[in-house]
Every structure is written in C-alpha cells, then in structure tokens.
C-alpha cells in the first residue's frame, strides 16, 4: 500500500474524478477512470493501470487485488463514495493510461467497424464488446459518438475498448475514401435501397468495415455515398426498428472473422 | 375529456401506480401501466386501451392522442409526476387489458423463444422486440425471468410485448418436452459441449424453439437437457462473453421465419 487517503479533497481523488467527469480533460491527459472490481482486472490485462483506489472492504474481499500493478491507495468509504458513479459501488477504481491508435493502423484485408453519431455510450460500450468478439481488427468513432473511455462505455464495454484499437476520427467520408483505396469494401447500413443482410456476401479477402449510424437518424447520406455497398436487416412490419447495438452485432457477427 | 384529475390521491391514479410498481397486482387485474408518448400509441395498436393520463402540455404537444380509444383523463403536472417513472416525462400515460396467451397455442411448426430466469427487464424487453422483428411466433417465459409488462421492460421492447403472444410458464422442462412432442426442435444456448452457430442449420420444418439462460448463470442443467440440439455462438478469446440481449438476438436472427 502507498498511501492511505482519508480526505475527499485529495489531489488524486480530484484528479480521478475530473477523468470520469471530463472526454477533454482524459484526451489531455491521455489517461481514463474505470469503476469496479472485474472491470479494473480486465482492463488491467490489456492497458497500463497507474494507480488503484479501493476501500478495506474491498481488499479483504478480494485480495488478489494486491497484486495488480500500479501505485495502490487504500481509500475510506466516504472517499470511495465520491468516486463512485453506479448505485451498487464495490468500492475499486483505476486510472490507466488511454492506449493510442491512429488511422495508420488500418490495413488492407483488416476487418473494421465504423460508428458514426452513436450518442449512447451502451451503445458504443455493446458494440465494442461485440467487435472484439467476432475478431475485427478496429474501431472508427466519428465525431459526436459516445467517448469510449467514459465511464458508462466502459462499464458497457466490460473492457473491450483496449482489447482493440479504437480510433476516434472526425468525419467519416475521408476516412472511408482512404479505406476504400486499400482495398477495404465499405458497407453502409440502411434500411432503404439496400440489399438483405443475408444474400450479402460474408468474406471480403481486401477488408471491411461495417459502417452503423445512430439510432434515430441513421447514416448520413454522405457517408452512405462514401461506402460501395449498402445493407440492411430485413424484418417483420410489427416492430419499427432494432436497437442499434443489436442491430450493429448482428452485422458484426456476419461479417466475422474467418473460422469463428 | 372525460375528467380532469387535480389530486395524487385520486383513485384512479393510485390504481395505475399500483400497476406499474406491483407484477402480482397486474396479473390479478389483467392490466399493466404504460408510460410515454410512442409506447403508448405502439401498445394501443394491439392492445385493448382502457385508460389515457396526459398533461395539457402533452395534449397541446401531440394532438393524435385525443383520437386514441379508451377513458382520457387530464391530469395536472404534479399529478403527471406521481405517475412518471422516468427522467425526462412526457406526461403520456395509458392503462391496457393484459393480452392472455396460453401454452395451448404453442403449434407444430412454429417459431419460438424460450427464456430461463432472465432477470433483467432491459434484456427480455429487447428479445422480444428481436422476436417480434424476426418473425417468431410467440415467447415463454419460466418464473424468476423479469415480468414482461413491466415498466422497464415495456420500454426495452418498445410495445413488442402485445405483438406477439407472451406466455409465462413455471419450469421449462415440461414446456419443452411438450413442444418436442409436437415435432418442435428445441435449441439449447450454451458454452459448453455445443455446436457453432454457424454450422447448426437455420431452417426445422417441424417447428423450432430457441432457449436462452440468463446472463449470468446460463440455462440450468435440466433445461439443457430436455433440449433436443446444443448450439453457441463462437466469439475470440478477446472477451468473456456478449451481452445477453445481444448474443439471444444474434441466435433469433439465425433461426428467423422464411423470407427475411
């Protein structure tokens, strides 16, 4: 243990608090907050983690706690609460170091998701989780998605969004002109003028990224101009539409990777 | 306008709230309670609308709701809030008669979705919009699995409770070897000793049943075992596992109706 902090106005605390609270100040800081015993173990598996907060209760219940990396800081309960954001707090928190993609990662024959304008940080979290699942390569956020390091995407992701590369772009016609020059089939989702998901080829040896607008605009018709292929899931007429993280995860799980 | 309610005592007030808060309650009366705008216009398509709150405001706001059928009541804003179970009310509110389904019309050929203590309303209410949107005929329910005309769930389902038949059974066993009497195939979601989905075929002319566990603990051993196939859903070793919501419905568009 490296320090025990008794005051809820202590410089670490205030400072995990502005991470959870704040998508400018983590792009900063290059650095993010997480929330909960299983969540801080798994991102630690795959991110930096810095430092480790948690109570008594929490060290006695599960000691293997000790030995996650990082500087460890033993925290009262009153501590615990002002930096807890669900209703059932476990009383463990991280703060670890964002891990860093660029769009030059992206490569020919890769496997790519594409969200553009998703707002809901379950959403974005489910289709994370989803993505890693069925063995794409990476994730493209557009400007004005839910930020993948906030601690409801997080909690939604259940750590996947450093199980992958995440990227967050600004438009998304560049960056998919830019795909479509390597070789890489982009394929807007949309329920008009589309073909059915199932007479749509699964495997494009070039690469894809699958490109998921939200859930009540859709994709804008800029970006639909900048994919070469259009599809949707067909359904019956008694609903109106799916929840875009389910409907995003069945796309993801069509176009999964080979030998899943 | 049938009355204007000034009162949060008003017995027709304390009836509904005793709908939403009270599952036993609702099954003794036949009713639920419902809240919002577009839910309440989704349920009155297919569900027998008895009683309609709204607020001046709401009525200024959306004038289509003075043609919905039933009793409507004026309720003023402090009453609209004793009724409002979310953040951002919209002062829509509705009372309906429960559908009644029974086992007895479960048939030969059909299309159905079994779900085992899944407790969570957000994942029932989304499976049964997937049901609903790939054409399945009707949903079981075993006991412990969140009430279908719940308020949470309703949301999740967006009104696809009362589109297609609900049926809540005790135990599943039973219910499946009734359905595989019938010629039914009866499809067990599970990890272990189980078939890709990929490779399970999509099509069972006799009828199929799709049975899903809750998220935590997955389908009990009984349940397993009074299916007739096993199937999973292959994902990397990236994460632990999907969402439960998501991995049902990923399962219900594989086996979805002809034609979709």
């Not at 605390?13 to 997480?34: D, H, I, N, P, T």
């Not at 390569?137 to 390091?149: K, M, R």
């Not at 990227?167 to 795909?179: D, Q, T």
């Not at 003028?193 to 998921?212: K, N, T």
Request: charged share 20%; with cysteine.
């Amino acid at each position: 243990m490296d320090e025990k902090i008794t005051s809820r106005d202590n410089a670490r605390v205030k400072y995990a608090c502005r991470l959870a609270a704040s998508g400018a100040f983590r792009k900063e800081e290059g650095r993010f907050f997480a929330e909960g015993r299983k969540l801080c173990c798994e991102l630690a598996k795959d991110a930096v983690l810095e430092q480790l907060f948690y109570t008594a209760a929490a060290a006695e219940k599960w000691p293997e706690l000790a030995a996650l990396p990082g500087a460890h800081f033993l925290v009262e309960e009153h501590v615990a609460a002002k930096l807890a954001d669900v209703p059932s707090p476990q009383g463990v928190f991280g703060v670890f170091r964002t891990p860093a993609h660029t769009l030059d990662e992206v490569r020919a024959g890769g496997r790519y998701l594409a969200l553009e304008r998703v707002q809901d940080p379950g959403n974005v979290g489910t289709l994370l989780r989803s993505a890693a699942a069925f063995g794409f390569d990476g994730v493209i956020l557009s400007d004005g998605c839910a930020a993948p390091y906030a601690p409801k995407t997080l909690r939604a992701s259940m750590g996947a969004a450093v199980r992958l590369p995440v990227i967050e772009a600004g438009a998304l016609p560049p960056v998919l002109a830019a795909m479509r020059a390597k070789g890489i089939e982009c394929l807007a989702a949309a329920l008009y003028q589309s073909e059915p998901l199932g007479s749509a080829p699964a495997d494009y040896p070039g690469g894809v990224c699958v490109v998921i607008g939200s859930e009540g605009q859709g994709l804008t018709g800029e970006t639909i101009a900048a994919c070469s292929r259009t599809v949707r899931i067909p359904m019956t007429d008694r609903v109106e539409s799916l929840n875009a993280g389910i409907a995003g995860s069945i796309l993801l799980w069509h176009f999964r990777g080979a030998g899943l």
